[in-house]
């Protein structure tokens, strides 16, 4: 039996052997992991899964990444984490230890972030997180200097909503009644606590709040409850699914509200397949400067070698911390510790605009709030982006 | 009124999840955990057709319904029944079915995530409003509930008059004695275990119209299925109907007077309750 299984490992390593590049030495590896099964899949296969292969096809199709001199083609390594953190720590192991890879890209949303950044830490690999909201960089970089946050943190996402429903206000095309719900887990609980305060300080009343469990089958009740208090603006802290469910409850309750804003996915190009021309001033979580041609030039790319269209949010700034990785590593070569420095010192042109890191290792200015207008989710608030265009009042669904 | 409607047009959803299984598991004994898997695979057909092809859902069922009919044929043929022949007691077959079925799942899984990506797929279909009896509702959850209440009734009709489906229930009660009496207890089995794919995958298609799928969504529906089918008692289709409807209104009824973030432990305190009051469920057999 034993012997067998040499033969077999034998037999293996030498296809393995054979099949490899006759210049290994020219080709960097380079590890990702995120989910591609279980509860965020889907999200990973809108805004992360496309942009590891668009961004390995860009630098190869540029002769590959110049390090040291040579240039490197870039080979990329896959791994599922089924969106369970201890797969993703696993993951990460084995692309430093078994798979040898050079370049480890950061994991996929806030959680599994969070839960890898001690492993990443521990080798050191410089881990520029692009799906991760949290206000906690402080701590994080004192904890783990080699964490860098570019998607801003979940109280300046709530306060965006509450900032552009004010501007709303200001310019009377809603009155002062809020609905507002949420889903019921650290995400939707933490956005909503934020936001409360912040909309009743604005001097709105909210006239309806709920909460939901994750993966409810039904919101139909929430959007009656929500319609029969009347309200003028209808917030929701959630998350795909219920954006679609909420979203399609309002057409068939013909909510009507002259601002409708809904969380994560209502950036999604399918959100803008499913609904239509009714989405029209629909507000959400995100947003990009669509008019700038870096980033029309990346969704056209995008959209030509992975046959799909980014969102409007986190997908330009996942390519864009992949970018600061790249443009580091041209500068100062393979050294994860050199590369940190780098990417501490520097600021960078990328297809978001141009990212700079503050003390904490935090990017300071980031979308919050994005509206669809004419057929693209454009970027209305930010913590100091270029591009913002004014919110507009919610027309009817039909 | 308006809770009674919503909670019932739940409740026929929870019936179309849940039927399937309840044939798989009631009647061929093959605790299936890969049927969400088989559901999702319905609703994909249906987004499938409706976007490349503008392919009505309601029409898509009839490809779809033979289609998993055949493949769930097939996957009993080949992966279950050397378990049932293998297995000495039931407990020994219930243990290789959730395991083998368990590894299904995750291919079905994988599969998916081959051929269609890990996108979500969701679309607009019969999204529009309906007034019935002073409220409004949508048009796609009705059509889903006519169907739930056609699929459950042909079944139930069929169970109880049929030749077939008496003696389908027969080798639910007694699959030893059935043989004794001419029963192909193998091609029985299989029938019911295809026929429960057909139902679920069809269900899959019918409620893709009013819910956002991805390829790893299976497993809640499963969950659910499971829930409804104990609840109901096993084997038995109208267990399944009134347990669906049960929790449906329940759902709707705390939703919308109480707290919409109680449904899942509202759910569940009535799972509880029914299995300590009557552990076989509320139609179900008393086990000898």
């Known amino acids: 039996m034993k012997r067998r299984t040499f033969t077999t490992l034998a037999t293996l390593a030498l296809i393995a052997g054979m099949t490899t590049p006759a210049f290994a030495q020219d080709v960097l590896k380079v590890g990702a992991v995120a989910p591609k099964t279980g509860p965020l899949a889907g999200g990973a296969a809108v805004s992360y899964w496309p942009n590891v292969k668009l961004w390995v096809e860009d630098v190869n199709a540029r002769g590959g990444l110049k390090v040291d001199g040579k240039q490197m083609k870039l080979e990329v390594v896959e791994y599922d984490d089924q969106t369970n953190p201890g797969e993703t720590i696993k993951a990460v192991q084995r692309l430093v230890d078994q798979d040898k890879a050079q370049i480890v890209l950061p994991p996929y949303s806030t959680g599994l972030n969070l839960a890898a950044a001690p492993i990443y830490a521990r080798y050191g690999i410089p881990m520029i997180t692009s799906t991760a909201t949290t206000d906690k960089a402080a701590d994080l970089s004192k904890q783990f200097p080699n964490v860098f946050i570019t998607l801003g943190g979940a109280q300046q996402i709530a306060l965006g909503a509450v900032e552009a429903l004010t501007k709303l206000k200001a310019k009377g095309d809603i009155g002062n009644k809020i609905a507002m719900v949420n889903v019921a887990d650290a995400f939707g609980i933490e956005l909503a606590g934020v936001a409360k305060p912040a909309f009743e300080a604005a001097g709105f009343e909210i006239v309806y709040e709920s909460s939901y469990p994750l993966g409810t089958q039904d919101l139909s009740p929430v959007m009656k409850g929500a319609k029969a208090a009347a309200p003028d603006a209808f917030v929701a802290f959630s998350y795909p699914a219920d954006t679609f469910a909420l979203t399609e409850q309002a057409v068939i309750e013909d909510l009507q509200v002259g601002a409708f804003y809904t969380a994560v996915a209502t950036a999604f190009p399918g959100y803008a397949k499913r609904f239509g021309p009714a989405i029209e001033g629909v507000l959400g979580i995100g947003g990009v400067d669509a008019s700038s041609p870096a980033f029309q030039d990346y969704a056209k790319r995008h959209e030509a070698v992975t046959g799909a269209q980014p969102d409007f949010w986190a997908s330009a700034v996942v390519y864009s911390t992949f970018q600061v990785l790249e443009q580091s590593i041209e500068a100062v070569g393979l050294d994860n510790a050199k590369i940190i420095d780098h990417i501490k010192a520097n600021s960078f042109e990328t297809v978001i605009g141009t990212l700079d890191f503050d003390e904490n290792n935090n990017n300071p200015s980031f979308w919050t709030v994005g509206q669809w207008q004419g057929g693209v989710f454009k970027g209305i608030a930010s913590t100091g982006r270029e591009g913002a265009v004014d919110p507009i009042k919610k027309a009817g669904w039909k | 009124m308006d809770i009674i409607i919503t909670g019932l047009l739940l409740g026929g959803t929870y019936a179309l999840i849940a039927m399937g299984l309840n044939l798989q598991y009631g009647m061929a004994r093959i605790m299936n955990l890969a049927n969400g898997e088989m559901l999702v695979a319905g609703g994909f057909a249906a987004f499938w057709f409706y976007t490349a092809g503008q392919v009505s859902p309601i029409l898509t069922v009839f490809l779809v319904a033979p289609v998993a009919f055949a493949a769930n044929w097939l996957i009993y043929m080949i992966f279950l029944r050397p378990l049932v022949k293998r297995a000495k007691s039931r407990g020994q077959l219930e243990v290789d ?192």
């Open chain 2, 97 to 288: 079915a959730i395991l083998t079925t368990f590894g299904l799942s995750f291919v079905g899984v994988g599969l998916m995530l081959a051929f269609f990506g890990g996108d979500y797929f969701s679309y607009s279909y019969l999204s529009v409003p309906v007034h019935l009896l002073g409220d409004t509702y949508g048009a796609n959850r009705l059509v889903a509930f006519g169907a739930a209440v056609a699929i459950c009734g042909a079944l139930w009709l069929w169970l109880a008059y049929s030749r077939m489906g008496v003696s389908i229930r027969a080798i639910a009660v007694a699959p030893d004695s059935a043989r004794l009496v001419g029963i192909d207890v193998r091609a029985m089995a299989a029938l019911a275990f295809a026929l429960g794919g057909a139902v679920t995958a069809t269900g899959g298609a019918l409620i893709s119209t009013f819910l956002t799928l991805d390829a790893s969504t299976g497993v809640i529906f499963t969950l659910k299925a499971l829930v409804i089918v104990i609840m109901g008692g096993v084997g038995d289709v109208r267990g399944t109907v009134v347990a669906a409807l049960l929790l449906g209104l329940l759902e709707t009824f705390v939703a919308s007077v109480i707290d919409p973030g109680l449904t899942l432990a509202a759910a569940y305190l009535l799972f509880v309750v029914i299995l300590l009051v009557r552990p076989q469920g509320l139609f179900g057999r008393k086990t000898t």
